[in-house]
């Protein structure tokens, strides 16, 4: 989480991005055990460095999105930094499946752009039509592909393709590349990089829905 501020930010309040050192273990401690209750359902053991939060920011292009959506937000370093860095008239929804992790988000993040709903990814388009949602520029992933079912895998990359406006961007940040194997046949080949800078280092692939 980086306290600087990034070009096209919005001032709205988000989670506090230089959090004291008490709740950096906090926070670090809630995605242990996050991820210890779900280890399925959790892709790392402590939350994303800011150099990964940064390269998700740029990846996704929120400077210019209008309506972003986190699949997985955990504890919530990585929306904050989406926050910080997405316009004053864009909104963000995240979805989590943890039940900790989303009283967390509710509790810790206060800024009128968020909003966050309990359950899986899976549901992404009904999430997006209860709220009247639009279409989303901008979706980030960091659910785990490789340990999930393959038919919940393969179900959440068809309603990621489906709702994403055309032109818009999906970015997954992976430990492993299964991902690809479910979202390239709905959205094509992906830009592959990597996060050396992050425990442990990640995959982040990033796909851009063909124009209609």
Not at 118 to 142: H, T, Y
Not at 174 to 180: D, G, I, L, T
Not at 204 to 210: D, I, R
């Amino acid at each position: 989480m980086n306290q600087q501020r990034v070009e096209g930010q919005a001032s709205h309040v988000a989670a506090p991005s230089n959090l004291p050192a008490f709740g950096q273990l906090r926070g670090s401690f809630l995605f242990l055990r996050g991820f210890m209750r779900n280890p399925a359902q959790v892709g790392s053991i402590i939350p994303s460095s800011r150099q990964l939060e940064q390269r998700l920011v740029r990846s996704a292009r929120l400077c210019d999105a209008r309506m972003v959506v986190e699949l997985g937000p955990g504890t919530g370093g990585t929306t904050s930094a989406f926050l910080r860095a997405m316009s004053s008239n864009a909104q963000l929804l995240a979805i989590e499946l943890d039940s900790e992790f989303h009283q967390r988000l509710h509790a810790s993040i206060h800024d009128p752009r968020f909003n966050v709903e309990l359950g899986s990814a899976e549901r992404l388009a009904e999430f997006l039509k209860a709220r009247w949602l639009p279409a989303p520029d901008a979706i980030i992933s960091g659910i785990p592909f490789s340990t999930m079912p393959p038919e919940v895998s393969d179900r959440v990359a068809s309603s990621v393709a489906s709702v994403l406006r055309p032109g818009g961007r999906f970015v997954a940040y992976q430990v492993r590349a299964h991902v690809s194997g479910f979202v390239s046949p709905y959205l094509g080949p992906p830009e592959k990089t990597w996060e050396v800078v992050n425990v442990p280092p990640v995959r982040v692939f990033t796909w851009v829905k063909p124009e209609a």
